[in-house]
């Protein structure tokens, strides 16, 4: 069964960028869509954007100036990078497997917090 | 951008109860819509996929309902192991995008 995992700094200063890691097991990268999405500690989800395997992504309108989604097939993993942020962009980020808009399964999710 | 909205916001119910939970999408979805459960501290959990398509595993006592722009997710029977948060998605179009969720407390 497909498992992910997010790993990547707990910490970012504001303004730096924000860099994420999904590494998927139990299963090839080289299917399906890829996405990212976020939830702002007591509040909701957010889908920040999805990636194909082939390069093709499309973004949330209201972050797609600052991300960036990324694939690496040789690893089975996929990237977020997330520039100039601030303390708004605090949020548990997940990562899970977009199977025609339908996200399952997800990771266990990772916290980033921003602040100096 | 089509925007999500659910409804109440927050719902307090007893084991037992039968609970209904509303998501307006701000244009047509077709039946493009799915429900989720999270519960603090893990992630969302997939319930309820294409408006009323039960996730295996799922027990029968969730179902789902509606096409074009609302929608409603039902607990027939609430129990104990349903207090969460539930939120609906559409996907309707290359964009996703969630309702902004309705916690079910208990009474």
């Known amino acids: 069964q497909v498992q992910l995992q997010e790993s990547g700094p707990g910490l970012v200063k504001p303004s730096e960028t924000l860099s994420l890691t999904c590494t998927v097991s139990a299963g090839s990268i080289s299917s399906y869509y890829w996405s990212w999405i976020r939830q702002p500690p007591g509040k909701g989800l957010e889908w920040i954007g999805y990636?194909?395997?082939?390069?093709?992504?499309n973004y949330n309108p209201s972050l797609k100036s600052r991300v960036t989604i990324s694939v690496d097939t040789s690893k089975n993993q996929f990237s977020l990078k997330l520039r100039s942020v601030t303390a708004a962009d605090t949020a548990v980020y997940y990562c899970?497997?977009?199977?025609?808009?339908?996200?399952?399964?997800w990771g266990q999710g990772t916290l980033v917090t921003v602040s100096s | 951008d089509i925007q999500m909205t659910q409804s109440p916001s927050t719902l307090s119910a007893s084991v037992g109860d039968r609970v209904t939970i509303t998501c307006r999408a701000s244009q047509s979805i077709s039946s493009w819509l799915a429900w989720y459960q999270q519960k603090p501290g893990k992630a969302p959990k997939l319930l309820i996929y294409?408006?009323?398509i039960l996730e295996s595993g799922v027990p029968s006592r969730f179902s789902g309902s509606g096409s074009g722009t609302e929608f409603t997710l039902t607990i027939s029977s609430l129990q104990p192991d349903d207090f969460a948060t539930y939120y609906c998605?559409?996907?309707?179009?290359?964009?996703?995008?969630f309702g902004q969720g309705t916690k079910v407390e208990i009474k």
């Open positions: 294409k408006a009323s």
């Open positions: 998605q559409q996907y309707n179009s290359y964009s996703r995008t």
């Open positions: 899970a497997r977009d199977f025609s808009g339908l996200f399952d399964p």
């Open positions: 990636m194909y395997h082939t390069g093709s992504s």
